[in-house]
């Protein structure tokens, strides 16, 4: 897809928030080209928070934009959903300060932006490409980004439980294995960890239909899990909504190691300041770079 698309039709959708556990409705609207994504707080007169690095507030067990001391949390499955369906504009216009978590992943976003159905704009979709690494270490914690002619991640976790160890995922994203391997991934969390959350003010809104948790052996949810590497999956789809606000779609072979939002943030506000890491491209350039540069594989492609 070489030119920006939006959402053809307003949708709506209702839940609660993980942490604060208050009820919103959530409106997703087309915008005009070259917007990106505009979250509106609608009971502060739509004061409107744009979906960008800059306005990344806190970090810790979800990620929260703010501006002028207005906060917009829990933002990353509706961007992921958004980012994994290529949807570049879109008015996001909330009554509450946490989106909803609906079932704890990015698929009800997703099945509300297929129903909403997406409209392709005149303008042209541009592209960060990497032209060198950009790395973030912090102890056994990596994530870095290297030059790649697609758009690749590779995701390593590992925690000491029984039912995850450690996971590797490499995903080359587009939107239909976005919607069924990533999309359906839930957060999760152990039980251990509930009270000193809930001490903390957070996951005041959590159960058991929105997140995965987990007990010292076991899976507390009844239907278990949707995958056996689901807690992997979900680190994607995370990663997928933290990337969004880079403001535009990267080019760019992404490897993480026991990340999370935090690392995610950083490298996202890296990548921004780092100005001779990458070019702004349209796809249609790539192309155009790609053949030039590997002549035997375009000649394969017609052969
Ligand atoms: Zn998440």
């Not at 949708?11 to 979250?39: E, K, Q, Y």
């Not at 509706?78 to 994994?84: D, E, F, H, K, Q």
């Not at 969004?244 to 921004?272: D, I, K, N, T």
Request: glycine share 6%.
């Amino acid at each position: 897809m070489d030119y920006q698309h939006t959402i053809a039709s307003p949708v709506a959708i209702n839940g609660i928030g993980l942490h604060t556990g208050v009820t919103v409705s959530v409106r997703l609207c087309p915008a005009p080209a070259n917007t990106d994504i505009v979250f509106r707080r609608m009971d502060l007169e739509g004061f409107a928070i744009e979906a960008h690095s800059g306005h990344v507030a806190r970090v810790s067990y979800a990620t929260s934009l703010m501006r002028k001391g207005v906060l917009i949390s829990t933002t990353e499955h509706l961007l992921s959903a958004l980012a994994g369906l290529n949807v570049d504009n879109v008015s996001v216009e909330l009554d509450n300060l946490e989106l909803p978590i609906l079932d704890g992943s990015a698929l009800p976003f997703v099945k509300l932006i297929a129903k909403a159905g997406l409209r392709r704009q005149r303008a042209r979709r541009t592209y960060m490409k990497l032209l060198r690494p950009v790395e973030v270490v912090e102890g056994a914690k990596r994530l870095a980004i290297y030059p790649s002619e697609t758009f690749e991640i590779t995701y390593k976790i590992l925690f000491p439980h029984p039912l995850i160890g450690e996971q590797t995922l490499t995903f080359v994203p587009n939107p239909a294995n976005y919607e069924a391997e990533i999309a359906p991934a839930r957060t999760f969390g152990f039980l251990e960890e509930v009270e000193m959350l809930r001490k903390n003010g957070l996951i005041r809104g959590g159960s058991l239909e929105n997140a995965v948790v987990l007990t010292r052996d076991a899976v507390l949810n009844p239907q278990g899990l949707r995958f056996p590497d689901e807690f992997c999956r979900h680190k994607v789809l995370d990663l997928i909504g933290d990337l969004a606000l880079l403001g535009r779609p990267v080019l760019g072979h992404v490897v993480a190691e026991r990340a999370g939002h935090a690392m995610h943030a950083q490298l996202v506000s890296r990548l921004l300041q780092e100005r001779k890491a990458w070019t702004g491209v349209t796809e249609a350039e790539t192309r155009v770079k790609s053949a030039t540069q590997r002549p035997s594989e375009l000649a394969a492609s017609f052969s």
